[in-house]
């Protein structure tokens, strides 16, 4: 049983984890072995399916659908689309559905949906009852590459995003690529963003490999995006698996994020996180360049790569109040490095850390300028 | 200097967890060594201190004022006393108080209070920016010798307690018995019911040793306290070890609490939980002297023992209410087996797994007896 869906998949990733290892299977068609995956990693007769209202009339039902068919006690829950529900209160409006359910220690909560999903109903799964297992099912690109591997769940609180949370290791992943076709592209072109990230910080390759197939890939194409999906999963497993909970080498997955969420917050959350990132990503290799410490022309390669993804015009987000949210930043994180820098594409510099400190100055300059557009 | 506290304390515990090992410091006056505690498990310039507000004004504010000595940045925070402040809103202000401090993932918890500081400051510090460290400094006979080891933490939710949390293991545990003095002798003799529970599934010689010293357990006698919580802590960590995430053997944790659950949520938490606790034993003794699976006479025995330390006499609950809960905690935990029985006092039943399924008429019965006293 478990086999066909090995030899269906595109590829199949096995993820170092301290609770455990777990496979993200990669490929189109795959949301269809969802039971099997369920029954072999997660055995629970008793399942939470979790979607938000869009995703969920569509893949989430047909997931819960598929999952009832083979006789499992489904319970299907949604909440309200977008950034704005990944909060205490539908965290606690979920978990109150399932207790209300009767689902005990021994249910399974399985995740439809882009990264808001996966983060909340992952969230929802680290704290039911102490800990219940979590098979997730990414349906955007931003997702598949990046909210899926690695345990990281949170919500969002006033003070900035993820800011609550925990690391709660799914049992299994199912990243089904032909999905990504009921993605508007220009969701699925800012997603890509944070593969293009993998290829800057990791691998020349993969970077290349994204530019020259952008087209392709922001088409739905489910094989060029399967490609793209297993090399990122990879790329980030990699790191993940040297450094779960972040003490040192996993600060690189933050290229781009230190400024990136800075000017997200600034825009009250009303830019994608993918073209927050894209601004992010240029500024801090331009701070880069200009402390000498990156490759003259790696921006432009950056800029060049990113441009087919999203729109670079011009912010209409205040400097000002960007760089009063990096400094509240920089205070949370206290004695952890900022920035992370690269030294050209596909190599991160390293020489003191995996991450550097960057004078206010500096910083201001870059995060001025990129927001007049790029 | 921290061969010191070794010197000093009364015994030291090492409790095995997945996350890391650590260790209990048990007996008189080591609140003192808190600091050297602190720089050798948990070596954080910040530190919140977190206690509730009648807790924290004695041992909360000692604690921080000797943090602030030598050196630290802390940041005191309070909650309002009792189990009613072991909600979503507490762990909600608490982290956001945090947030505002501007604490970042470098900061460390302590916990000063009973049983409802430690499992809400464990808590939060689970998921505070997805999991600081926490040092745990129980204050009251039951967070000593039970809240404390096991890593389990949580709030209470509408549908019921401990409903929401996480397993999240300290670094460090600090069970000074001179604090108990602080505690009312009602408070400490019902705290000394999980140490009976203890001795009941575990070891004759414990439950023998409490009973013939409760004078002096309940008389707030540091050294007889400090032997009773290290007994009593030892055998827990025993059996954690073997158990962390409670799949099976933990089970037998559970002696008592079915039944004792259902009466302290009928009781709308009016009654203490040793004391639900005691109903709850007694009646899961009788039970199981009545399917023949528990040795004649070990319900007396239990009352014995427990006569001392808590009030028998009948309940103002009623027993239709008790049942309603069994049934929901039943369902949430739908599954996994239910009533831990005892084979006699130091040893539980366990010809077929850990604990047992007892039918409804059976329950009822005990329930309905236990309640008019005993």
Redesign the interface.
């Known amino acids: 049983m478990i086999n066909d869906i090995h030899r269906a998949a595109y590829a199949t990733i096995e993820i170092r984890a301290?609770?455990g290892d777990y496979p993200v299977f990669v490929g189109p068609g795959l949301l269809s072995r969802l039971p099997v995956v369920v029954s072999t990693y997660a055995p629970s007769?008793?399942l939470a399916v979790i979607s938000d209202d869009q995703v969920g009339p569509i893949h989430g039902a047909a997931a819960a659908e598929a999952l009832v068919e083979v006789g499992h006690d489904v319970t299907f829950l949604t909440f309200p689309e977008g950034e704005g529900s990944k909060t205490?209160k539908s965290w606690?409006m979920l978990?109150?559905e399932m207790?209300?359910a009767?689902?005990?220690?021994?249910c399974t909560v399985v995740a439809v949906g882009g990264g808001v999903t996966t983060d909340l109903a992952g969230f929802v799964a680290?704290?039911?009852?102490?800990?219940v297992p979590v098979v997730q099912v990414p349906t955007s690109t931003l997702a598949m590459i990046d909210a899926s591997v690695g345990g990281?769940?949170?919500i969002d609180?006033?003070?900035?995003k993820?800011?609550?949370?925990?690391?709660h290791a799914p049992c299994a992943v199912i990243a089904d690529t032909a999905l990504l076709t009921t993605l508007d592209a220009r969701n699925r072109a800012e997603g890509l963003v944070e593969a293009v990230k993998h290829g800057a910080i990791l691998s020349e390759a993969h970077f290349d490999m994204i530019a020259h197939s952008a087209e392709a890939l922001i088409g739905a194409d489910p094989d060029t995006n399967a490609a793209c999906v297993a090399a990122s999963v990879r790329l980030k497993a990699d790191v993940v698996a040297r450094d779960e909970?972040e003490g040192g080498l996993r600060q690189v997955l933050n290229f781009g994020h230190t400024i990136g969420h800075a000017i997200e917050a600034a825009a009250e959350y009303e830019i994608g996180h993918g073209r927050a990132v894209a601004f992010g990503m240029i500024a801090e290799a331009r701070i880069g360049e200009r402390l000498g410490v990156t490759e003259v022309g790696t921006t432009d390669r950056l800029m060049a790569a990113l441009m087919s993804l999203t729109d670079g015009t011009s912010l209409d987000v205040d400097p000002s109040e960007a760089l009063r949210f990096l400094k509240?930043d920089k205070?949370?994180?206290?004695?952890?490095a900022r920035y992370v820098l690269l030294r050209r594409i596909g190599e991160v510099a390293h020489d003191d850390g995996w991450a550097h400190d960057v004078d206010d100055a500096t910083a201001r300059v870059a995060v001025t300028e990129v927001l007049s557009g790029w």
Chains 1, 2 share one sequence.
């Open positions: 301290a609770a007769e008793r205490r606690s978990t109150d207790l209300n009767g689902l005990g220690r021994d680290a704290t039911y009852l102490r800990g990281k769940t949170g609180v006033r003070a900035g993820n800011l609550v949370g925990a690391f909970f509240a205070k949370v994180r206290a004695g952890r």
